[in-house]
């Protein structure tokens, strides 16, 4: 049974609608007039890096191979530059596992710009508070464009990031 409100929202929807758009709109379902009356906006899918995206860990770290075998990747918590939106070579925390870890974003889903390969997956290495890579290989291929960010990031910030450019096994 539909409430009188309901109806009389019908009725000025449908006084709205053109008259020359009047059958086709009684064509539609239900559920597409439910929405029309509602005034429900919704947005476009977000493939960018912002707080709370869930990452795939592609070294083989301990804490990184734990978290992805147990279905609980982690979660980026915060952006270390001025925008808040995630780039490739952009150092980000994330929790994992109920630890605050650090982390560089090497592959995105994100449209890159030319010459910058798109991937599947958000991919992250974890490191440490020097600039450390947490584990020992990376098993993705990165893209070539991150070991020129590394080395100016490397003399910039003081750490050393030149080590997680030893581990990658494969650039693209």
């Known amino acids: 049974m539909v409430s009188e409100r309901r109806l009389k929202e019908l ?3 449908k006084e709205s ?15 597409i007039l439910n929405n029309t009356c509602r005034n429900i906006s919704t947005s476009a899918v977000v493939n960018q890096i912002i707080k709370l995206s869930r990452l795939r860990v592609v070294d083989n770290s301990e ?3 734990q978290a992805m075998m147990e279905g609980r990747p982690p979660r980026c918590i915060h952006i270390y ?15 994992i596992k109920g630890e605050k870890k650090k982390g560089i974003l090497v592959g995105l889903k994100q449209h890159q710009r030319c010459k910058v390969p798109k991937f599947d997956s958000n991919n992250l290495v974890l490191i ?3 600039g450390t890579p947490l584990g020992t290989r990376i098993h993705v291929p990165i893209p070539h464009i991150l070991r020129t ?10 750490a050393d990031y030149t080590k997680l450019i030893a581990i990658a096994s494969r650039f693209v």
Do not use: W
């Open 17 to 31: 609608v053109p008259k020359e758009n009047r059958g086709i709109v009684m064509l539609l379902p239900p559920v």
């Open 128 to 130: 440490d508070d020097n």
């Open 63 to 65: 804490i990184g191979k």
């Open 81 to 95: 530059n001025k925008k808040g939106v995630g780039l490739i070579g952009d150092m980000i925390l994330v929790a």
């Open 11 to 13: 009725v000025r929807f």
């Open 149 to 158: 960010k590394m080395k100016e990031k490397t003399h910039s910030k003081g």
